[in-house]
């Protein structure tokens, strides 16, 4: 099992730039296949990024592509989202989701995620 926190919210002006860390308890995280998820107020829950554990294939939102970039740093067993050129519509509460260890490919299906963070909100002023 494997416990999630997420870190790096806050408000910032469209534009603005934020990045969030995503820290992994357990020894294996090396195999957890990650992502981060958001939930918009009053929208559903929604994929904004993966990273494969094998290979080191990535995939995102087509809402973000261009924007942000998801990375991981195994050694510390953390997980990152850069945000760069913020949207009002970016606003959000992000959340930080794994795979169980071993599954390698990225689904932008929330249900096949099994550990899931408290979320980190994120709040972009026009």
């Known amino acids: 099992q494997v416990q999630l926190v997420e870190s790096g919210g806050g408000l910032v002006q469209a534009g603005g730039s934020l990045r969030l860390s995503c820290a992994a308890s357990?020894?294996?995280?090396?195999?957890?296949?990650m992502a981060w998820f958001r939930q918009g107020p009053g929208k559903e829950r929604e994929f904004v990024a993966g990273?494969?554990?094998?290979?080191?294939?990535?995939d995102y939102a087509t809402s973000v592509k261009g924007r942000f970039t998801i990375s991981r740093d195994d050694a510390k067993s953390t997980m990152y989202l850069q945000m760069n050129n913020l949207k009002p519509e970016d606003t959000a509460l992000y959340y930080c989701?794994?795979?169980?260890?071993?599954?390698?490919?990225?689904?932008?299906?929330?249900?096949?995620?099994?550990?899931w963070g408290q979320g980190t909100q994120v709040t972009v002023s026009s």
């Open positions: 989701a794994a795979r169980r260890p071993g599954y390698s490919r990225v689904s932008a299906d929330l249900r096949h995620y099994v550990y």
């Open positions: 357990g020894r294996t995280f090396s195999t957890y296949t």
């Open positions: 990273f494969s554990w094998s290979g080191g294939n990535t």
